[in-house]
């Protein structure tokens, strides 16, 4: 069973960046599809990015799209968000996420089976 540890959060400012990253362990990161979903408070569980095994294949939610990017590196069990010229309502607690569903990215936070305990971000304005 694979365990992942989310890193990287932290305050910014609006117009800032961030890179979070997600380290798996007891588990092959390349056997997953990998995902980073977020909650603000008082609100759902949302998606942000999908990346398959391979990275070859990705999705992005509408509100984030050309702002972040998700990438792998399978040879560190590590998947990253880049997250660029970030706003205030990108303020939640971010989740790294993996399925065994590897060959498309998915946008379903019912398709994944585990997840980490979270990340805070904060953008002040």
């Known amino acids: 069973q694979v365990q992942l540890v989310e890193s990287g959060g932290g305050l910014v400012q609006a117009g800032g960046s961030l890179r979070l990253s997600c380290a798996a362990s007891?588990?092959?990161?390349?056997?997953?599809?990998m995902g980073w979903f977020r909650q603000a408070p008082g609100k759902s569980r949302e998606f942000v990015a999908a990346i398959s095994w391979s990275g070859g294949s990705t999705r992005y939610a509408d509100s984030v799209k050309g702002r972040f990017t998700i990438s792998r590196d399978n040879a560190k069990n590590t998947v990253y968000l880049q997250m660029n010229s970030l706003k205030p309502e990108d303020t939640a607690v971010y989740y790294c996420?993996?399925?065994?569903?590897?060959?498309?990215?998915?946008?379903?936070?019912?398709?994944?089976?585990?997840w980490g305990q979270g990340t805070q971000v904060t953008v002040s304005s």
């Open positions: 007891g588990g092959t990161l390349s056997s997953y599809g």
């Open positions: 996420a993996a399925t065994v569903r590897t060959v498309v990215a998915r946008v379903n936070l019912y398709e994944y089976d585990y």
